[in-house]
DNA sequence: ATGGCGTATGGAATACGA
C-alpha cells in the first residue's frame, strides 16, 4: 500500500490576521500537516474554529502573548505532543508531534529559531548570544532523539546557510542569518542530528532559493533581494520518500501577506 | 535603499522582526 503524505510550513506573522490567506492556502494545497510559526496568539484565543472546518480537526499549539507562539494543524491524528522550551526563556518557538505515516509514527519537530537581533556580536547584543545558544540546545537536545527513525524538522530557523540562499552572499556576509558563526553552526546541528536539507536534494546549490522577501522593499518581487530562512529536515530513514519540495512563493503576493512564503514537502512510501 | 514596512500591545508610542 502507497501512502502519502504534504506537510507545509509558514512563518504567519498572526495567524488572526492571516486567517484568510491561511484558508486560501489550505483550500489550495490541502497539506495533510501544516506547521505556523509566528501566531502571536494567546493560546485561549487560537482560530482553532476556522481551522477546523477546513478540515484540520487536530491541532497542536505553544502560544504566548504578543511574540513567537507555534501551531501543527493536521488531518491526520496527532499523538505524543511535545513543547520543548529552550534557553530558559519561557519562549513558545517549538511543537513536536507524531502522525501515522505509512503504517508507523512519523515525528514532525515544528521551531522556531530566534532570528538574533540586528549586530552579530553577543558581547553587545545578547539577542544574537540568545540564538547561538538556541542552536546550541537544539544540537545537544536533537541528539538524544532517536535518529534512526522517520522524522522530520521545519519551520523558521532564522539561517540562511549557503551562499545561493541570499540574494547577495558577501553584502550578507556580516548581517544577521548569514553571518559564518550562523551559517557553520546550522551546518553543525543539521549534521549532528543526521538531517537531510530535503529542499536543497531537488535545486542545485548553484540556483538560488528564498522563501523570506522583506515589507520594506517597494516591489520585493522586482527587488527581488530574498533569503531562504524556512527549512525542511528529513531524517536518513525517511531521506527516500521525500518526492519533491516546493516554495509557494506566489502566497507572498496574496493580499495582506507574511513575509514568508509557505514551503511545502510532498512524501511517498 | 537590509530598511524604505508590518504587527502586537493598548488606546500613543514602543518593541520586535530579519
Redesign the pocket.
Known amino acids: 500500500m502507497t501512502d502519502r503524505l504534504t506537510i507545509a510550513t509558514w ?1 504567519i ?6 486567517m484568510p490567506i491561511v484558508e486560501k492556502f489550505l483550500a489550495e494545497v490541502q497539506p495533510d500537516v501544516l506547521c505556523l ?2 501566531t ?3 493560546d485561549a ?1 487560537f482560530p482553532f474554529n476556522s481551522l477546523r472546518k477546513a478540515g484540520y480537526e487536530h491541532i497542536e499549539i505553544n502560544g504566548q ?4 507562539g507555534v501551531a501543527t494543524l493536521s488531518k491526520r491524528p496527532l499523538t505524543n505532543v511535545e513543547k520543548r522550551e529552550f534557553c530558559e526563556m519561557g519562549d513558545s518557538r517549538h511543537v513536536a508531534v507524531d502522525v501515522p505515516f505509512n503504517g508507523q509514527p512519523l515525528r514532525i519537530h515544528n521551531f ?7 549586530e552579530p556580536d553577543r558581547e553587545i547584543n545578547p ?1 544574537f548570544g540568545h540564538k547561538l545558544d538556541f542552536m546550541n540546545e537544539m544540537k545537544a537536545w536533537l541528539q538524544g532523539e532517536e535518529t534512526d527513525k522517520p522524522a522530520v524538522l521545519v519551520g ?1 530557523l ?1 539561517v ?1 546557510p549557503y551562499e545561493e540562499d ?3 552572499h558577501k ?2 556576509l556580516k ?3 548569514h553571518t559564518p558563526v550562523e551559517t557553520e553552526l546550522f551546518e553543525d546541528v543539521r549534521e549532528t542530528g543526521g538531517w537531510i536539507d530535503a529542499m536543497r536534494q531537488f535545486v542545485p546549490m548553484d540556483e538560488k532559493l528564498y522563501t ?8 520585493w518581487a522586482a ?1 527581488n ?3 531562504r ?1 524556512d527549512h525542511v529536515w528529513v531524517s536518513k530513514p525517511l531521506g527516500s520518500a521525500v518526492q519533491a519540495t516546493s516554495v509557494l512563493g506566489d502566497a507572498r503576493g496574496w493580499e ?5 512564503a509557505p514551503v511545502i514537502a510532498f512524501f511517498e512510501a
Open positions: 512563518n506573522n498572526s495567524v488572526r490576521l492571516r510559526q509566528e502571536k496568539c494567546p484565543n502573548k504578543g511574540y513567537h522556531y529559531v530566534p532570528a538574533g537581533g540586528d539577542k523558521d532564522n540562511a541570499v540574494w547577495s553584502k550578507l548581517v544577521v542569518s523570506w522577501w522583506s515589507y520594506r522593499a517597494k516591489d527587488a533581494k530574498g533569503r530562512l495582506k501577506p507574511s513575509d514568508h
